[in-house]
């Protein structure tokens, strides 16, 4: 599909391996995903919960009902909110992104409604829908809220989610990490190339497209490999899934 320079490339591309050169271009790096990056402001908020994601998993959630008691009126079954009364609760660490949702941890999320539960967290846990309670009380607030628009970017996304499995799994990726591929890295000159030279939208859909299909065998073969606890395929495949979630990301940016 990408014609133009497709010749001279693979020519320098060889060239280069020949010769043992580890050199790749700068943009080829794809930086961390936003969806799995919060912002400034929710780093530290974000902090304490992240030393623990290696907990075991329980089932808390107000439709499954948690297990704390309410600070403000001792309720049982007190999550990020409380049932009863309502009163937002102060961060548990040992609770993970899939829990927040109520959803299993896994990666082929069965659930459509993600941004519904998001929007339905939010309308009770966002701080300016606090305001007129306790300083202690929009304190939580801030951060539950925080912890919710984390989880919610985390998961929303393949790439993101599944390096938070790996996290749960008490495995670290290096996400600055390059492939050295000459096929991939030459794939990915050849997509930015007709990104750049895509004159129409219909061009950049048709690019947009055959790059997500190749982000999708490469979702698949992640989530085969975590299914089967091997995590050297595993992050093999979320190398992978970076660079193609990059070129995706251009041709939106071009649209």
């Known amino acids: ?60 959630s107000n439709q499954a009902g948690g297990s704390g008691a309410c600070w403000s009126c001792g309720a049982t079954g007190a999550f990020l909110s409380c049932g009863s009364c309502g009163s937002v609760q102060p961060i548990d660490p040992s609770v993970d992104y899939f829990q927040i949702f109520g959803l299993k941890r896994e990666y082929n999320i069965k659930d459509n409604n993600l941004e519904g539960r998001y929007k339905e967290w939010q309308k009770k846990l966002h701080p300016d829908l606090v305001h007129s309670k306790s300083e202690k009380e929009r304190g939580y607030a801030a951060e539950q809220s925080a912890l919710v628009i984390d989880a919610y970017r985390t998961l929303s996304k393949p790439l993101s989610r599944a390096l938070y499995l790996l996290k749960l799994e008490g495995i670290h990726v290096d ?63 979320t190398q992978r899934m970076r660079y193609y979630e990059r070129a995706v990301e251009e041709t939106v940016k071009k649209l």
Do not use: Y
């Open 1 to 60: 599909m990408w014609r133009r320079g497709a010749g001279l490339l693979r020519r320098h591309l060889a060239a280069a391996c020949s010769r043992r050169v580890r050199r790749t271009p700068a943009p080829l790096v794809p930086a961390a995903p936003s969806s799995s990056t919060p912002s400034s402001s929710c780093r530290q908020i974000l902090g304490i919960f992240r030393g623990s994601i290696g907990a075991p998993s329980r089932c808390l």
């Open 175 to 237: 996400e600055e990490k390059t492939i050295n591929d000459p096929e991939l890295l030459m794939e990915m000159m050849e997509i930015r190339e007709a990104v750049n030279d895509a004159s129409d939208s219909q061009t950049l859909e048709k690019i947009q497209s055959q790059v997500k299909k190749k982000l999708e065998t490469w979702s698949h073969s992640f989530q085969d490999a975590f299914d089967k606890k091997d995590f050297d395929r595993a992050i093999e495949a």
